[in-house]
T-cell receptor, first 112, second 113 residues
Framework: DSGVTQTPKHLITATGQRVTLRCSPR?????VYWYQQSLDQGLQFLIQ???????AKGNILERFSAQQFPDLHSELNLSSLELGDSALYFC???????????FGSGTRLTVV | AQKITQTQPGMFVQEKEAVTLDCTYD???????LFWYKQPSSGEMIFLIY??????QNATEGRYSLNFQKARKSANLVISASQLGDSAMYFC??????????FGPGTRLSVLP
């Protein structure tokens, strides 16, 4: 157990739907990062939050949004889902000033 | 421009042999960290080893070592005494100071019995 908790582990939904992925960072970590891993795109950085504030944005679609709550857990909201959104979504957390990330086990999203 | 290059999409190695997975990177920042992660078929990302840009010695973690050649901007992972459980995707990643991780495309390692 890495200490980063992601739920659910698997999600199957239909096109056009909206889903929420949840991440609880490791105790003491203030930064949360979201990554998307699809077969043809590799691991792509989506967005980072630090202590509730958006810190950096990567290749995140406008249909996707995220937030980090006061208890530091984070949610990634994916709406108007398309087949191409099927991927493994990872959350990671880190201590500020340290280089390393700790990854959660991921949420596998399948859009049918 | 691609910041992390892994030129080997797939590699095979015989059980108990050593294998080297290649990684080259591109940065003009003097302060950065290099990482290797393992992703087995179950999907989780497992941290293997870390090398800081100012580290004088090559990092080692058990059967894993990182062959760090700073001038050549390479950070190859060496796995000694391969085991069947080493079969997985391996990702090289870099984090420049204050920036986010950038991952390479990965190398799929298959260990043959």
């Amino acid at each position: 157990d890495s200490g980063v908790t992601q739920t659910p582990k698997h999600l199957i939904t239909a096109t056009g739907q909206r889903v929420t992925l949840r991440c609880s960072p490791r105790s003491g970590d203030l930064s949360v990062y979201w990554y998307q891993q699809s077969l043809d795109q590799g691991l792509q950085f989506l967005i980072q939050y630090y202590n509730g504030e958006e810190r950096a944005k990567g290749n995140i679609l406008e249909r996707f949004s995220a937030q980090q709550f006061p208890d530091l857990h984070s949610e990634l909201n994916l709406s108007s889902l398309e087949l191409g959104d099927s991927a493994l979504y990872f959350c990671a957390s880190s201590v500020e000033g340290k280089y390393g990330y700790t990854f959660g086990s991921g949420t596998r999203l399948t859009v049918v | 421009a691609q910041k992390i290059t892994q030129t080997q999409p797939g590699m095979f190695v015989q059980e108990k042999e050593a294998v080297t997975l290649d990684c080259t990177y591109d940065t003009s920042d003097p302060s950065y960290g290099l990482f290797w992660y393992k992703q087995p078929s179950s999907g989780e990302m497992i941290f293997l080893i870390y090398q800081g840009s100012y580290d004088q010695q090559n990092a080692t973690e058990g059967r894993y070592s990182l062959n760090f050649q700073k001038a050549r901007k390479s950070a190859n992972l060496v796995i000694s005494a391969s085991q069947l459980g080493d079969s997985a995707m391996y990702f090289c990643a870099m984090r420049e100071y204050g920036q986010n991780f950038v991952f390479g495309p990965g190398t799929r390692l298959s260990v043959l019995p």
